[in-house]
């Protein structure tokens, strides 16, 4: 079992910066990729980002490319995702996911636990 905490959302105005946090416990945190997704409100949940076992391998969305950055502390058992210059389409709840492999992917199906989500809301 692994449970999976998001915080760090908040209010942001446009081309703001927020960091978020997904703290891990239960299994082990270096048996699992870790992805960030998030749903907006009325849309369908979709990825973000992932970051591999070994923090070696990250895949980004095109649509966050350049902006978002992330990274795990295997030691803190926790996985960050730094947002920088935020659009008002960038509001979701944002979720972290742990997948037992070593890369993370694409598919919402692959992920084997989820967190309740942190809601991120940039104004305008």
């Known amino acids: 079992q692994v449970q999976l905490v998001e915080s760090g959302g908040r209010l942001v105005q446009a081309g703001g910066s927020v960091r978020l946090s997904c703290a891990a416990s239960?299994?082990?945190?270096?048996?699992?990729?870790l992805g960030w997704w998030r749903q907006a409100p009325g849309m369908e949940r979709e990825f973000v980002v992932g970051?591999?076992?070994?923090?070696?391998?990250?895949t980004y969305a095109p649509f966050v490319k350049g902006r978002f950055i992330v990274s795990r502390d295997n030691a803190k058992n926790t996985v960050y995702l730094q947002m920088n210059s935020l659009k008002p389409e960038d509001t979701a709840v944002y979720y972290c996911?742990?997948?037992?492999?070593?890369?993370?992917?694409?598919?919402?199906?692959?992920?084997?636990?989820w967190g309740q989500g942190t809601q991120v809301t940039v104004s305008s």
């Open positions: 239960g299994r082990s945190f270096r048996d699992y990729a």
């Open positions: 996911a742990a997948r037992f492999k070593n890369w993370p992917t694409e598919r919402e199906d692959d992920y084997h636990y």
């Open positions: 970051i591999s076992r070994s923090e070696t391998t990250t």
